[in-house]
């Protein structure tokens, strides 16, 4: 199986790691993900985040990688710097409640696929999602 993309034994429209430190939005974040068919995985922190891609042999495929800035432990500055060095070609979305201009521009200059402010709808949410998606699927091609 390709890495991290579906075939007939999995359903679904997708694998989907959200790496968010607030309960509360982690949990609508799952609930509306779910909801549109993607298979989700949560973290805490960029921590744990590494930890969940990390824990076992082989590491956990995922297609799409939402993840919040600010958080305890590994932030998310310090976590999607090893998304895109240890998995490049997995899609990461930001997904912030401080917006910052000169962060942002940063981060799609280091091949961030969005950034996007919180409170997110969820029509917002599931496109972000789903153009990311789409463009790891390009690069699979």
Same mark, same amino acid.
């Given at each position: 199986?390709?890495?991290?993309?579906?075939?007939?034994?999995?359903?679904?429209?997708?694998?989907? %790691?959200?790496?968010?430190? !607030?309960?509360?939005?982690? #949990? /609508?974040?799952?609930?509306?993900?779910?909801?549109?068919?993607?298979?989700?995985?949560?973290?805490?922190?960029?921590? #744990?985040?590494?930890? /969940? %891609?990390?824990?076992?042999?082989?590491?956990?495929?995922?297609?799409?990688?939402?993840?919040?800035?600010?958080?305890?432990?590994?932030?998310?500055? !310090?976590?999607?710097?090893?998304?895109?060095?240890?998995?490049?070609?997995?899609?990461?979305?930001?997904?912030?409640?401080?917006?910052?201009?000169?962060?942002?521009?940063?981060?799609? #200059?280091?091949?961030?696929?969005?950034? /996007?402010?919180?409170?997110? !709808?969820?029509?917002?949410?599931?496109?972000? /999602?789903?153009?990311?998606?789409?463009?790891?699927?390009?690069? #699979?091609?």
């Amino acid at each position: 199986m390709p890495l991290g993309l579906h075939t007939k034994d999995t359903n679904g429209s997708g694998r989907v %790691l959200v790496v968010e430190d !607030e309960d509360n939005v982690r #949990k /609508v974040i799952r609930m509306t993900l779910t909801r549109a068919g993607y298979d989700v995985f949560e973290a805490a922190d960029g921590g #744990k985040a590494i930890e /969940v %891609l990390r824990s076992d042999d082989n590491p956990l495929m995922v297609d799409v990688i939402t993840c919040d800035i600010r958080m305890p432990k590994v932030n998310g500055v !310090e976590a999607i710097t090893y998304f895109r060095e240890q998995f490049p070609s997995i899609p990461v979305v930001v997904l912030t409640g401080y917006p910052d201009t000169g962060l942002a521009v940063s981060l799609l #200059k280091k091949g961030v696929a969005d950034y /996007v402010t919180k409170p997110v !709808e969820g029509e917002t949410l599931l496109a972000v /999602v789903a153009k990311a998606m789409e463009r790891r699927t390009a690069l #699979k091609a």
